[in-house]
């Protein structure tokens, strides 16, 4: 999670075709765990009301990007308070269940697109216990408005290409990704300083070697962070980290490149149809085994097999 990503260019809606945010990417359909997101072109202007969804008790994060606004909100019964945000500010709402009304007006004629992260609170509280030993029910987060966060800007944009170009390893990514965003909100967004416990120490050999032999024997399903965590009997987030140091690469990097490796290997070594080597991989499809492979090693699958 700590390499960079090029923001992409999304498609952008006309300004004067937007009376309301326009959803164009959802993680939903994903499968996605602790963390949902979604991708809107905004109009230039909008007032409403906001409404919680009582069914997914959630912190909202969302990312600007594109033209500046000028946004107010206010919860119910209260006043309204507002904000100047330009592109790459970021809006953090702890009380993102408490309906209230919403209204801005855009400063510029650059179309707005906003990416919106909602954490899962049982994700949080599960990580307080397990890297700061805290009881979440004495935990206040602060909201603020307009700012910016290299980490969280990067953790956002990195997202948002995993929206719009959805790779093997994706759901196992989404979950590093929520870890850190919610290991990042402990330490730098609460009312009072928290101490995370850090572990020093790298994964063993052994510890490698079961996670491995767990992946390798589970490459055509879905993998969780926890269940390879598990493996070496850590927690999600501090697995993550060991894992990174250890080997030089994140969780998701490695499962996605013993999936290509895995396709190289039929490939060469069977006369299996491509569609059944991306099942027997952990592809989505033919399609997507054809991107990702050829983005690894620069050629399609049928080439490759043609010049072995």
């Not at 009376?19 to 409403?48: C, D, N």
């Not at 919610?182 to 928290?194: D, E, G, I, R, S």
Request: include cysteine; proline fraction near 7%.
């Amino acid at each position: 999670m700590a390499e960079k990503f090029a923001v992409s260019q999304h498609p952008k809606t006309p300004a004067s075709d937007l009376t309301i945010p326009q959803l164009f990417l959802s993680s939903e359909e994903m499968g996605w765990k602790g963390l949902v997101a979604r991708a809107y072109h905004e109009p230039m202007q909008f007032e409403g009301l906001t409404t919680p969804d009582p069914d997914m008790p959630h912190i909202p994060l969302v990312l600007f990007t594109g033209g500046a606004m000028y946004i107010e909100r206010r919860p119910a019964n209260g006043s309204w308070q507002g904000s100047l945000i330009r592109p790459e500010d970021l809006i953090l709402q702890p009380d993102g269940n408490i309906p209230g009304e919403l209204r801005w007006q855009s400063l510029t004629s650059e179309p707005t697109q906003t990416l919106h992260l909602h954490l899962s609170k049982e994700l949080l509280a599960r990580t307080i216990e397990e890297v700061a030993d805290y009881d979440p029910a004495h935990l206040t987060l602060v909201g603020r408005a307009g700012f910016q966060d290299p980490l969280l800007t990067q953790i956002s944009f990195a997202l948002w290409r995993e929206l719009e170009q959805p790779t093997p390893a994706g759901k196992l990514y989404a979950q590093t990704a929520a870890q850190m965003l919610a290991v990042h909100l402990l330490h730098h967004y609460t009312c009072a300083p928290m101490h995370i416990k850090e572990i020093t120490q790298k994964l063993s050999r052994q510890q490698i070697k079961r996670v491995t032999d767990f992946i390798l024997a589970h490459l055509s399903q879905d993998l969780s962070l926890a269940e390879l965590a598990q493996q070496a009997g850590f927690s999600a987030y501090h697995f993550a980290r060991l894992f990174r140091q250890t080997v030089g690469e994140s969780p998701h990097q490695f499962v996605l490149r013993l999936r290509v490796e895995k396709a190289q290997q039929l490939l060469k070594e069977t006369a299996i149809p491509l569609i059944q080597i991306a099942g027997e991989s952990g592809f989505a499809n033919q399609s997507h085994l054809t991107r990702i492979f050829k983005r690894h090693l620069g050629l399609t699958p049928r080439a490759y097999r043609q010049s072995e």
